[in-house]
């Protein structure tokens, strides 16, 4: 169903529905306000013939004579027992039921029918003549009130159809202007479908707030797409790069072995050393790519816990040294502060920054976990060849190598740093850097909005 169709049905469906309870409302308010205004009226003509009675007693007048000049131009008064038998009925129509309603000593008014006439009536207790307890009844015709409240019936109903179609007419002609920009926008969109490139929207300044951030959004949408798309092309033009160097020298080499290999043995050892480097040198390559490629995915497998990163940083201090040949000094003055974080890709993410650490300095590595309030911090420092202020913004690119010549000799790849930024973002830390060349260079991991965790087994 198009957003046009719905919005008509519910605007229609809810003003009618609206429209449908205001009218029941005022019918019945309308009926009640009448019919208790015929009853009050009525009450008041009944304590008028009371009184009139005991006039009539006092001055030894005829009490029927008073009840038949009391009686209204339509309707009937009738007079009951306490044995519940009508014994006087003053009637201005032969055609009214007998009916009537048992004796009560109470006063009260009421509304009956009988057949299909309509009464409001009125109940007065009274002493009679031989001076016993009699109910007093009066009724008035109102049948005039109903055919009133026919009338209005209809009036409300025809006047509910009415607006209902006015309203839906209104509610497409409203519609319509509404829908219309984005039936347009829409339109430039499909547009978008049939170019080569990334096409932007034109933002007009006489939409709507809600169309002009739809058109920004699909603009940030195309440029993230553009960008995405530069990065897959660019991942694809440094990895063929990466992978036809060694595969260039392997070929060049199995040539030579071809040729010279069963005569000269240097050719051969030449041969065999430089195919064993650049296998291995492939082999780190595609281990790098897999990483990255499950650093990218990280977040379906992210399972948070609590952890002691002074602890982490112990052990892999502890394993690393005696690989790296290196001392490594820990910084720190509690022997417990809490981070939140997946372990495993907390403990690649530590393991790349010392790994790069280790080789572009032949210094000791040094590492400072300190707590800053409610953050924590884990700066990770070497004393070695530093980065070029100008390449401090892109070493988290992909394939990105300050020294291309040394980074081959150190079997860099260029993916590290970027696994180590996927990582990060997967984790909520913030990565910082600092570096001087020939002084050395610091990474910094800020993980915020850390908060202790209270051990409810204390």
């Excluded at 100008?390 to 992909?398: P, V």
């Excluded at 394939?399 to 909520?428: C, H, M, P, Q």
């Amino acid at each position: 169903m198009k957003l046009g169709t719905k919005i008509q049905l519910y605007i229609t469906v809810m003003s009618a529905v609206v429209v449908i309870l205001i009218n029941i409302f005022v019918y019945y308010s309308y009926q009640n306000f009448s019919l208790d205004a015929e009853m009050n009226q009525l009450e008041g003509r009944g304590i008028n013939i009371m009184q009139e009675l005991q006039n009539a007693e006092e001055n030894d007048v005829d009490r029927r004579a008073v009840l038949q000049s009391h009686l209204l131009s339509d309707g009937f008064i009738t007079l009951i027992s306490e044995t519940g038998e009508q014994e006087l009925r003053i009637s201005t129509s032969a055609s009214y039921s007998e009916s009537f309603e048992p004796y009560s000593t109470g006063q009260y008014t009421d509304v009956v029918t009988y057949g299909d006439i309509h009464f409001v009536m009125v109940s007065l207790p009274i002493i009679w003549e031989n001076g016993e307890v009699y109910n007093l009844q009066v009724y008035e015709n109102i049948e005039f009130i109903y055919d009133t409240f026919n009338i209005l019936q209809w009036i409300l109903i025809i006047s509910t159809v009415i607006i209902i179609v006015v309203i839906y007419l209104l509610n497409r002609l409203i519609t319509n202007i509404i829908i219309r920009p984005i039936n347009k926008l829409i339109g430039k969109m499909k547009e978008t479908e049939n170019t080569s490139g990334y096409t932007m929207l034109e933002v007009n300044e006489n939409d709507t707030k809600e169309l002009k951030d739809l058109s920004e959004s699909f603009n940030e949408m195309m440029l993230d797409l553009k960008k995405n798309d530069e990065h897959q092309q660019a991942f694809i033009m440094n990895a063929s790069h990466e992978l036809k160097t060694p595969i260039t020298v392997i070929d060049s080499y199995s040539q030579m072995l071809k040729r010279f290999g069963k005569t000269r043995e240097d050719i051969l050892d030449e041969s065999i050393h430089a195919i064993s480097d650049e296998a291995k040198r492939m082999k780190y390559l595609t281990e790098q790519l897999l990483s990255f490629s499950k650093a990218a995915q990280a977040r379906e497998n992210f399972r948070p816990e609590r952890l002691n990163i002074v602890h982490m940083a112990e052990e892999i201090k502890s394993r690393l040294e005696p690989v790296y040949k290196r001392n490594i000094h820990l910084r720190t003055l509690d022997s417990e502060i809490f981070v939140n974080a997946d372990p495993d890709s907390l403990d690649q993410l530590l393991k790349i920054f010392m790994d790069n650490a280790y080789k572009y300095s032949s210094e000791d590595i040094t590492i400072d976990i300190e707590k800053k309030d409610e953050a924590v911090m884990v700066s990770i420092t070497d004393e070695g060849i530093g980065i070029p202020e100008e390449d401090l913004d892109k070493i988290f690119d992909r394939f990105y190598r300050v020294d291309k010549a040394r980074a081959r000799k150190t079997g860099g790849s260029g993916l590290g740093l970027s696994i180590a930024d996927e990582l990060a973002k997967v984790n909520g830390i913030t990565l910082g850097v600092k570096s001087r060349v020939g002084s050395g260079t610091t990474f910094t991991l800020e993980f915020d909005g850390v908060k202790e965790w209270k051990d409810e087994n204390r």
